[in-house]
């Protein structure tokens, strides 16, 4: 009785676009064509054991299904998120069992990092002695998830987001299924595309509430903004989408493009980024991608920074996107940091060489005697304000340690430096 009310439900138009084939699944070519990992393990009807690492709606369930049905192995799905210790147990015992029955079983764990360490370490020596092919399916970087000794027995494959093209071919494949077209025109798909952001199972999702409505069409971008739900933006806070997407901001600002840089800084407001997060952020920029070549950037970072204290989201937003602006148009130079890293490797190499003794203090009668401060030039009433005496410890070869750039103010700071080194070789052969 329950089969027969099972089959008079509605089934979701997602799971009835499914592929039933490699062939159908879309946008992911790089893996699965010919030349691809997937492709050639299919073509050698031998499969290793695999991380599917990708966004959701890529297709990482159906590629794990489609992969037992093309080598003949049993199907085992499991989801790390309702399963434990036990649920595991059951799983392996089953798949030693059909292993002497001469059957094999590709173990889907979907979430697979949602397992913690030593759950991770128990796959290990199932995956080792050939009872289970492991595919685990994980939307997180697994480098930060996932135990190394499990990562070494897996091969990591990165699914991608679905472009446009492959978003239109599913889009048609849902209006197939739905017996019609949507009331969209060719902005209306994009703007679907927009919303579904590369996921393929959520566009099928705006597909079924599309149909549903009373609207006549082709119905514009703005009302479809207004009827549908947009997709959330995929940005966890704490893992891989947080450090890409300031990896990008900062090298868009080094690399001074100033449009690029607003983009990222948009779409991490976008994700929930803590703004301050990313003040911190530039604020380092400003000291260690610009330094000298602009020493306003520091000040500007700062003062956003401020700013953004002072007044909160969004109107603070606008002084942070300001000193991105003037962070991105700004000349670029990291001599500052370049030196500082020299001397700190020097100071190492060095060791506790005291300094001479012409420059330390002399406070009391027994340091003035024994020759602290003695010889000692005083700057100021030094010919030019420079004296050229020797600062670094004795023993130690004079080094140069910062090497300004021929750009914004550090080409200011080039020509004292070479100023000051001629008039010190010239007090040199003169003494």
């Not at 060791?351 to 100021?380: C, F, R, V």
Request: hydrophobic share 40%.
């Amino acid at each position: 009785m329950a089969e027969l009310f099972a089959s008079l439900a509605p089934t979701p138009l997602a799971e009835r676009l499914r592929p039933r084939s490699i062939e159908d699944v879309l946008g992911q070519d790089h893996l699965l064509g010919p030349e691809g990992p997937l492709g050639r393990m299919l073509a050698a009807k031998k499969l290793a054991s695999s991380i599917l690492w990708g966004p959701p709606g890529c297709g990482k369930t159906t590629i794990a299904r489609l992969l037992a049905e093309s080598v003949d192995l049993h199907f085992e799905p499991l989801s790390a998120v309702f399963s434990g210790v036990a649920d595991l147990r059951k799983v392996f015992e089953a798949a030693r069992q059909r292993r002497k029955d001469g059957k094999g079983t590709l173990l889907f764990v979907d979430e697979i990092h949602r397992f913690n360490r030593a759950q991770q370490d128990g796959f290990l020596p199932y995956v080792e002695d050939g009872t289970v092919t492991l595919v685990g399916a994980t939307t997180e970087n697994p480098s930060f998830e996932l135990n190394a000794a499990l990562l070494s027995r897996c091969q990591v494959l990165v699914l991608r987001r679905l472009d446009d093209a492959a978003l239109d071919i599913v889009l048609e494949r849902a209006e197939e299924a739905l017996g019609r077209k949507l009331p969209i025109d060719a902005q209306g798909r994009q703007a679907l595309f927009a919303m579904a952001d590369g996921d393929g199972r959520y566009l099928i999702t705006l597909a079924e509430q599309l149909a549903q409505l009373k609207e006549k069409g082709p119905l514009p971008p703005a009302r479809l903004a207004t009827l549908l739900q947009k997709r959330a933006p995929l940005y966890d806070k704490a893992q891989e989408a947080h450090y890409n997407l300031i990896s990008a901001l900062h090298k868009s600002l080094r690399g001074s493009d100033v449009d690029a840089a607003l983009y990222w800084f948009a779409r991490m407001l976008d994700g929930g980024e803590d703004p301050k997060y990313i003040a911190r952020r530039l604020v380092r920029f400003a000291v260690e991608d610009i330094g000298m070549a602009d020493p306003n950037a520091l000040t500007q970072t700062l003062a956003a920074w401020d700013t953004y204290d002072r007044l909160g989201s969004p109107e603070g937003e606008l002084a942070i996107a300001q000193a991105v602006i003037y962070l991105g148009t700004a000349p670029k130079s990291n001599a500052g940091y370049v030196a500082f890293g020299a001397a700190k490797r020097s100071a190492k190499e060095h060791g506790s060489l005291t300094p001479p003794m012409h420059i330390l203090n002399a406070p009391t009668k027994l340091m003035k005697e024994i020759g602290y401060g003695s010889g000692y030039q005083y700057d100021h009433d030094a010919e030019e304000g420079f004296s050229g005496q020797n600062y670094f410890p004795d023993g130690m070869a004079r080094e140069a340690f910062y090497q300004p750039v021929e750009r914004g103010f550090e080409r200011e700071i080039l020509k004292r430096l070479e100023y000051w080194k001629k008039l010190r070789d010239k007090r040199r052969t003169n003494s």
